[in-house]
């Protein structure tokens, strides 16, 4: 005797629980959007007076979530950080004008990157969630993420949950269940349902070690620094950091390209590994609140177009130490 197959009803409990453990994140509080009307294409989560998602005490529940799949006026908002800050998601959200859910699909495929894509509400550029195994702090996925966006040619990234603090409400995909305009992508572009964006996003938990590997984003073209000129790379970007980190408002983004071409052709040395000057300069600027897609960019192309003029061991001498081969200590003969 077989059982009965599900009825919708069903079904819909069963998906809401999964997305409940899925997107575990806040517990102490949720968000509830109201969607109106839409404006320029784009669905308006507002309410009449234009106010953002309601904050309301209690966890998402799976009951909030089966509303969330079968209600075409409210939809759920979670928080990835629960209150002692740790947190098993985060998310990237791409909004670059001109950049289609299609592009953003293409280059994660192309990258091998292991988020999944969901469609916006306006369908320009896609959130890309990373989630883990396990509860991991919410820095470590921040950086995480962060790497992650390094990857990605995009220069308007947002990124869920900030390093520290609960950051804001995070709009789940799927709102309205099979209907909706917010789904993940299979290959080629075509929606996934429900049940295949559950399969693959539950496949997609990475561990907390790799949480972690991903922090250091792999750069092309790297090149292992030689003994000749590394001191020399090594105290300029050191200066260089300090001097981007402390940078006023007005005349940043030029700093940050011209340092950065200074460390490409030093790299096209071979004086300094290209991972090193990325990192330390991508955070500087961070550091001197650039934002990070524009930073990004700047950085990269610095490096680039620096590492087509590498420089001469002899340039800049002010920066040279003299070399010593050999040191000859003469002493007269007593009494001379």
């Known amino acids: 005797m077989t059982s009965a197959a599900p009825n919708e009803s069903e079904q819909e409990r069963a998906q809401a629980a999964r997305l409940y453990d899925l997107f575990r994140g806040a ?30 005490k209690g966890p998402p529940t799976v ?3 089966e509303m969330h799949l079968t209600s075409n006026i409210w939809q759920l908002g979670v928080s990835p950080v629960r209150a002692d800050g740790m ?12 950049v289609d859910f299609e592009d953003v699909v293409a280059q994660v495929a192309a990258q091998s990157l292991p988020v999944v894509v969901c469609r916006s509400k306006s369908g320009r550029g896609g959130h890309c969630y990373l989630f883990a195994a396990d509860w991991v702090p919410q820095a470590d996925m921040n950086a995480a993420l962060r790497a992650t966006a390094a990857r990605l040619p995009f220069k308007k990234i947002d990124i869920f949950p900030p390093a520290d603090g609960p950051g804001n409400w995070v709009c789940m995909p799927y709102g309205e269940g099979e209907k909706t305009n917010r789904y993940a992508a299979k290959t080629g572009g075509l929606a996934m349902t429900v049940a295949e964006f559950l399969v693959v996003a539950e496949n997609a938990r990475q561990s907390p070690m790799v949480i972690a590997a991903l922090t250091r984003p792999p750069m092309p073209e790297s090149v292992v620094a030689n003994s000749e000129g590394s001191d020399r790379a090594a105290r300029k970007l050191a200066a260089f950091v300090i001097e981007i ?76 130490y003299p070399v010593i081969d050999k040191l000859v200590v003469l002493t007269g003969r007593r009494g001379a």
């Open 245 to 320: 980190a402390e940078a006023q408002e007005g005349g940043r983004a030029k700093l940050l390209y011209g340092r950065a071409k200074d460390m490409g052709r030093m790299i096209g040395a071979g004086w300094i590994v290209e991972e090193a000057v990325f990192d330390a300069l991508l955070d500087a600027s961070l550091r001197a609140r650039l934002p990070y897609g524009e930073a990004v960019d700047h950085v990269r192309n610095g490096i680039k177009d620096g590492k087509r003029e590498p420089p001469d061991a002899s340039s800049d001498d002010s920066d040279l």
């Open 87 to 98: 947190c098993r998601w985060g998310v990237l959200d791409i909004d670059d004008k001109g």
């Open 63 to 65: 009951a909030l979530w």
């Open 27 to 56: 517990d102490h509080r949720h968000g509830l959007y109201r969607v109106l009307r839409v404006v320029d294409g784009k669905a308006e989560i507002k309410d009449e007076n234009g106010n953002g998602p309601a904050d309301v």
